[in-house]
Structures are given as structure tokens and as C-alpha cells.
């Protein structure tokens, strides 16, 4: 007979492994902001633009079809085909609509979906330091460990190939990245991604590239991994709406890779998640046909902000390493002495600006902070006027 010990009365059981993961520094903050007047945000990373009114609208137009059901588990054929010729069209890049594609909720689904299909527990993912919050959480949720590569300022925070090489052992499996990057602004040059190719390939280790700012750079060219010497095969491509088109609450995004990857990541999806939202499946059709002024326009827009914001950090003596990419600057706080928690609060709480710790994106982003430009210029200046007289009153004797 089995013994059966009565659990304790009050005993909830929770994952070990889900114990041990700390919840995102950024939802933890931004909670405390919502219950504050009149902050100015410069904290979560997210347009501020409404998506653009004809996606919108072609969302607005299936409603009104009727179009309120479940899709096909990989997404709708006619946006698979859309996303395909896309691809084909900006990178030259061959994906089948029936095989290579999956359409999922937001990038953060491709993001698990890709860890929870190549990982078996301890397998290690090589990531850069800092990098984006969910990147070495979904490594650990997947059963994964991540270990992580520092980057700095020095090197216009790049994850250097012979950095990553020497951190690869037997259990190394893949490495995951993500330019233009979430904190940092940094864009790799094609020449440098390749050099991180050569490492893959002669590893035989899978690539995971992040390319949801991919649309969101200034003066310089967007390199797609998988068009790199042979890295189609080994690469599983993320990208999204969320940044480019304006469309976070949509929650719609992509992967794109080898058959065999695509159809596990599919399994998995299928018995989880079911399917992407129709309606904003919809609306990603339109974005990808006619979205492409759109994005041109708010990216200007967002040109124009970045220059400000550099100007103005540098200018009140937080020195800032010039962003390429994405929405974000990332100055360095070292000059106050604080750390970037004590920055973070003691600035929201004295000027009622909202900024994020560096720290919450990994040990090497301690000593600087995350500023999202992508709000109204009006918004920044007010926001760097405050953050001066924060900072002549903090500053180092
Ligand atoms: N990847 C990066 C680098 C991000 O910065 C974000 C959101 O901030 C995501 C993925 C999540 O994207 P999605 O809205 O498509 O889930």
C-alpha cells in the first residue's frame, strides 16, 4: 500500500524553477507609476503613436465580415504568403508560407515557443549582456541555462564573435541576439554579425536573432542574420508589429526557420496558444501590404527625438554612447554615484520621471539607465529639464 502523507493545509505548489525567477524589473516599477500624477514616462518600451488608421481599419473592415473565429494553428494562409513575399522582397530570403512560417502572439510566444523546441534541460544559450529582460528568462523557463556575455560601451555594446567562443562548452546549443538592441540602441554591422556566423557554423550551434527593432534605424543598414553565409539553416528569425508598425496591443508576431524547427515550434503552439488573434492577424496583412509609409513617417519622427534625447543626456553631464537603432538611449549614471535603482527611484519620486535601472537588463547595465524616446518631443524636453536639475543637485562633489 502507498502512503499517502497529507500535504500541509496551507501548501500551494509552485515549479521550482518558476520560484526562481525574479519578475521583470520593468512591470514591477511601472505598476507603482500608474498610481502617480503627472509622471513623465520615459519607461516602458512602446510607441506612442496609435497604429497606423488603414491597419486599424482593414481590422475594423473583418469585424465587420464576421471574421471572429480561430485561424489555422500556423496562422493564416493569406499572411503566411504575405510574410513570405515580404521576406523575399527585403532580404532575398526564401521561407515557405506552408513549412518555414509561424505566426505568433508577439515575438515573446517565438521567443519561448523557439527555447521550449531546441532546449533539453542544461542545454546552455549564449546571450549578450545587457540584453532584453525576457531573453535569459525564457532560456531558464525552457530548462535551458543562459549564460551570459558582457558588453560595454567601449565596444558600442557588441557582442564580440571571440567573446562568445570562448564561453561555448559541449552543452552549448545556441546563441541568441537581438540588433538593433533593447537596451542599448546598438546595431552590429554586417561585417561583425558575420563574424558571429563563423563561430556558429564551425560549433554547429543554432542562432536565435531578435529582429523586432529591424525597422527602426538611423544612418545605418539593418542586418538580417539568416542572410548571412549560410545561416538561413541555422537561424530561426523573431520579428513582429509591435515597434515598427505601432501595434504592441496587438500581440502578433512571427518565426521563420527551417521545417523541422517551425513544425515543433508549432506543436507546441498548438496546444498552448491555438492560434494568433485573428483580427490582428488581419490587421498584420494590411501592415505588411501597405504598411510601409507609415512606418517611414514615425520613424523619422523618432530620428529627430534620438537627437534630442542624446544631446540633452550629454549635455546635463549624463555622457550617452550614440543608439543606432531601436528608441531606446542608455546613458551612463556613474557620474552621481548611485546606483541605477537609487537613479531610477529617487528621479521618479523627486521629478516624477520614469526612466528604467539599467540593472534590470542584466549585471552590465549597471551604472546606466534605459530612456525610451519613443514619446512626444515636448514630453522629453520637459522630462530632460527636470532630470538636469536632478542631476546638478546629486552630482559628485
Ligand atoms: N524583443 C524585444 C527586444 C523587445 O524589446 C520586446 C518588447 O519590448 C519584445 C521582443 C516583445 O515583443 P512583442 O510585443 O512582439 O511580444
Redesign the pocket.
Known amino acids: 500500500m502507498v502512503i499517502k502523507t497529507p500535504r500541509k493545509k496551507h501548501h500551494i505548489p509552485i515549479s521550482k524553477r518558476v520560484k526562481q525567477v525574479s519578475p521583470s524589473g520593468i512591470r514591477k516599477f511601472f505598476d507603482l507609476i500608474a498610481s502617480m500624477e503627472g509622471v513623465i514616462s520615459l519607461g516602458v ?1 512602446e510607441p506612442d503613436y496609435a497604429t497606423p488608421w488603414h491597419i486599424r481599419e482593414a481590422a475594423i473592415f473583418s469585424l465587420e465580415k464576421g471574421h471572429t473565429m480561430y485561424t489555422s494553428n500556423q496562422g493564416m494562409p493569406e499572411l503566411r504568403q504575405e510574410l513570405s513575399r515580404y521576406l523575399r522582397q527585403t532580404h532575398d530570403l526564401e521561407y515557405s508560407p506552408d513549412t518555414d512560417l509561424l505566426i505568433t502572439v ?3 510566444e517565438a521567443l519561448d515557443l523557439a527555447m521550449r523546441a531546441i532546449l533539453n534541460p542544461g542545454d546552455e544559450v549564449i546571450i549578450p549582456d545587457p540584453c ?1 529582460v ?1 531573453y535569459d528568462a525564457c532560456v531558464f523557463l525552457a530548462g535551458g541555462t543562459p549564460v551570459m556575455v558582457p558588453t560595454s560601451e567601449q565596444n558600442n555594446f557588441e557582442v564580440g564573435a571571440a567573446d562568445i567562443e570562448a564561453r561555448i562548452t559541449d552543452k552549448t546549443r545556441a546563441i541568441l541576439i ?1 540588433y538593433p538592441a ?1 537596451p542599448t540602441g546598438a546595431v552590429m554591422s554586417r561585417e561583425k554579425l558575420s563574424q558571429i556566423a563563423d563561430v556558429a557554423r564551425h560549433y554547429n550551434l543554432l542562432v536565435i536573432s ?1 529582429e ?1 527593432y529591424a525597422k527602426l534605424v538611423y544612418g545605418v543598414e539593418h542586418t538580417c542574420f539568416a542572410t548571412l553565409l549560410q545561416m538561413k539553416e541555422r537561424t530561426i528569425l523573431l520579428n ?1 508589429f ?1 515597434k515598427a508598425y505601432a501595434m ?1 496591443g496587438w500581440r502578433i ?1 512571427y518565426a521563420a526557420a527551417d521545417k523541422e524547427i517551425i513544425a515543433h515550434m508549432t506543436k507546441i503552439h498548438q496546444y498552448t496558444m491555438l492560434c494568433a488573434p485573428i483580427m490582428a492577424q488581419e490587421a498584420a496583412i494590411e501592415a505588411l501590404k501597405s504598411g510601409g509609409n507609415s512606418v517611414t513617417e514615425m520613424v523619422e519622427d523618432y530620428n529627430r527625438r534620438r537627437m534630442v534625447i542624446v544631446k540633452g543626456l550629454n549635455d546635463i553631464g549624463l555622457s550617452c554612447f550614440e543608439p543606432k537603432g531601436a528608441f531606446y538611449a542608455f546613458p551612463s549614471i556613474r557620474s552621481t554615484g548611485m546606483t541605477s535603482g537609487e537613479f531610477a527611484e529617487k528621479l521618479l519620486m523627486e521629478e516624477k520621471v520614469a526612466v528604467v535601472h539599467g540593472s534590470a537588463f542584466g549585471k552590465c547595465g549597471e551604472g546606466y539607465i534605459r530612456c525610451c524616446y519613443a514619446t512626444s518631443l515636448e514630453d522629453i524636453e520637459e522630462a530632460l529639464s527636470r532630470m538636469k536639475r536632478f542631476v546638478a543637485k546629486h552630482r559628485r562633489a
Do not use: R
Request: glycine share 36%; hydrophobic share 15%; proline share 0%.
Open positions: 518600451g508577439g515575438v515573446s532584453y525576457s537581438g533593447n531578435d523586432i513582429g509591435s504592441t508576431g
